[in-house]
Structures are given as C-alpha cells and as structure tokens.
C-alpha cells in the first residue's frame, strides 16, 4: 500500500527558503507521479509543482515558477520541494500526492490518489 509522510514544514521570514520532503512507501518512485499541492485557510487546494514518473519531468504553477524546484532521491525513496524568495502568500498547509496513471493535468489535485496528511508552511515576518 502507498504511503506518503511530509516533512520539513515550519515557519520562515519573507525571503527565507525550506525544503519539504515528500518520502514514500509501498512503491518506488519510478513507477509513480509525485505532485506538491497546497491549501491555504478558506481556500482550495493547488497543485504547486510536480515530477513525473517516466522521465522526471517537472511542471510548476505560474506562482512559484522560478523559486521552486522539485526534485527526487531514488535511494531515499523521497521527492523534495525546495522553496526560495517565500513570500507570505505561500503561507498553506502542504501536501504530496501520487498516482501511478498517465496525467493530463498534473497540477490538479483530482488527477492523484494518494495523499499525504500534510506539513505547515508559514511565512511571516
């Protein structure tokens, strides 16, 4: 059975960086999708980035283009989110998803079915 455990959440200062990790179990990652998606309160939940299973190709939202990458650790079994040039609007709790099926919107939340419980990321000063 997959299984997903974030970590690395926390809070920071507008400016600051964090890396979450993402590690999973129950299967490897080669064989499966790995999206990072965020809730903010009284908000829905956005796909922020994500690595895809075949070729690590990566996709980004609009809004984090350029201060974050995804990466993957096929040893660790863990995909990581770094994050640079927070901004207090990243403020949101965090969670990694998996599906092992081709995707047509990475970034949507409906395309993944397995979820993490999340990790706290607050920016402020």
């Known amino acids: 059975q997959v299984q997903l455990v974030e970590s690395g959440g926390g809070l920071v200062q507008p400016g600051g960086s964090l890396r979450l990790s993402c590690e999973a179990s129950?299967?490897?990652?080669?064989?499966?999708?790995i999206g990072w998606f965020r809730q903010a309160p009284g908000k829905e939940r956005v796909g922020v980035s994500c690595?895809?299973?075949?070729?690590?190709?990566?996709t980004y939202a609009d809004s984090v283009q350029g201060r974050f990458t995804i990466s993957r650790d096929f040893v660790m079994n863990t995909v990581y989110l770094d994050m640079a040039n927070l901004k207090p609007e990243d403020t949101a709790v965090y969670y990694c998803?998996?599906?092992?099926?081709?995707?047509?919107?990475?970034?949507?939340?409906?395309?993944?079915?397995?979820w993490g419980h999340g990790t706290q990321v607050t920016v402020s000063s």
């Open positions: 998803a998996a599906t092992s099926m081709r995707t047509i919107a990475p970034l949507s939340p409906g395309e993944y079915d397995r």
């Open positions: 129950g299967v490897t990652l080669a064989y499966i999708t």
């Open positions: 690595i895809r299973a075949t070729d690590g190709h990566t």
